[in-house]
């Protein structure tokens, strides 16, 4: 069974990355609700083709609860077309850009309810069950399909009411990887220091899985504090970016809020030297993942409340937006 533009509704736009916009679509002989990744590419239709068979192994292999479902893939002119499960939450950066401590008008609270929203940042179960999610869909990744992410950042962690995190974007395709890897640089990296350099590269000129485990514990501290972890004098310029991560210490998460389990995690993630780097079996068997493990099947009142919390934070982005809104409608104009 084969997708086809003509079978999709568009709705909203969902967002828009380097090099493409992702839209919510309806698939209308399902009625299944997708979300359609549009990436545009100036190919021959032999490696357009080439891609869509790339993409389409994903159809051949078991599913993991921590990578987005995929739907199909087909092409119009020199765009491919992706067609995976819609996250209603959008991505991680989305939901956690704030700081911690930060409060905004709630909106409309009943009288008996909070006026005022405080963002009381990642709680530390909900970290580690973020932290869980992608490792496993990693592992997933790599032991199931072979496949390095080489894209890991939060905005390529999705998550939905229920709350599931899923990982998307990841380089099953060679092809579309080689295509689109010219314009892929941003402005804040999530690289490793020896992808930057050049150095520990096999023959073939690719990194390494433990490239994504430097990713990976970049993500975890800025979804925990709310920001890129480097500096800011470090990303408004790329080059002074990179060398801050070459040079200077790894970031750290903050100890006064999160356990030395916790830290110590995250600091296995990020040792410079990639060997150094803690693997995904060793990842899982930390105690603050096992922690993790033990509370989703557990039978008490123990449980992580992810579908709570994500309802909360998604409570706060809201009110933030109107919030924000409103901000800039009155705010002052100044002369000259
Ligand atoms: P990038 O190229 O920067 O990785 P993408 O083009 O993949 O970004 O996605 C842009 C935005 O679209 C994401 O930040 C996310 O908010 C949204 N998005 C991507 N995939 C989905 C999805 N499956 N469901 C809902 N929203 C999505």
């Not at 992608?134 to 709350?163: A, C, Q, S, W, Y």
């Not at 490793?192 to 350099?197: D, G, L, N, Q």
Request: net charge negative; charged share 20%; glycine share 8%.
């Amino acid at each position: 069974y084969r997708l086809n533009m003509e079978d999709l509704e568009r709705g909203e736009e969902l967002g828009r990355g380097n090099y493409g916009t992702v839209t919510k679509v309806l698939h209308t002989p399902t009625g299944v609700t997708m979300a359609l990744k549009e990436i545009r590419l100036e190919l021959d239709n032999a490696k357009l083709n080439a891609i869509i068979m790339e993409l389409d192994i994903l159809h051949r292999t078991a599913s993991s609860p921590h990578i987005v479902d995929f739907y199909g893939a087909f092409f119009v002119e020199t765009c491919v077309y992706y067609c995976m499960e819609y996250m209603d939450g959008g991505s991680l950066d989305r939901l956690v850009n704030v700081s911690f401590g930060e409060t905004v008008p709630a909106l409309h609270p009943a009288p008996d309810e909070q006026q005022e929203l405080v963002w009381e940042g990642i709680p530390e179960d909900v970290l580690a069950r973020i932290a869980g999610s992608m490792v496993k869909g990693l592992k997933f990744l790599k032991d199931e399909l072979g496949v390095i992410h080489r894209d890991v950042k939060p905005t390529n962690v999705l998550i939905n009411n229920r709350g599931q995190i899923k990982l998307c974007d990841f380089g099953v395709s060679g092809q579309l990887e080689k295509s689109i890897a010219k314009t892929n640089i941003g402005c804040q990296t999530y690289m490793a220091p020896e992808r930057i350099t050049g150095e520990h590269q096999n023959t073939v000129g690719t990194y390494t899985v433990s490239s994504d485990v430097w990713s990976l514990g970049l993500s975890i501290i800025e979804i925990a504090i709310g920001q890129y972890p480097y500096p800011p004098e470090a990303y408004s310029n790329i080059l002074a970016q990179l060398k801050t991560i070459i040079q200077d210490d790894a970031p750290t998460l903050p100890t006064d809020r999160y356990s030395p389990d916790a830290c110590d995690w995250v600091a296995s993630c990020l040792v410079k030297a990639p060997n150094g780097r803690a693997t995904y079996a060793e990842l899982l068997q930390h105690g603050f993942l096992q922690r993790d493990e033990a509370k989703a099947h557990s039978e008490g009142g123990d449980q992580v409340d992810m579908a709570g919390w994500v309802t909360r934070a998604f409570k706060f982005r809201d009110a933030k937006v109107v919030h924000m809104q409103a901000q800039a409608a009155t705010a002052p104009v100044h002369p000259g």
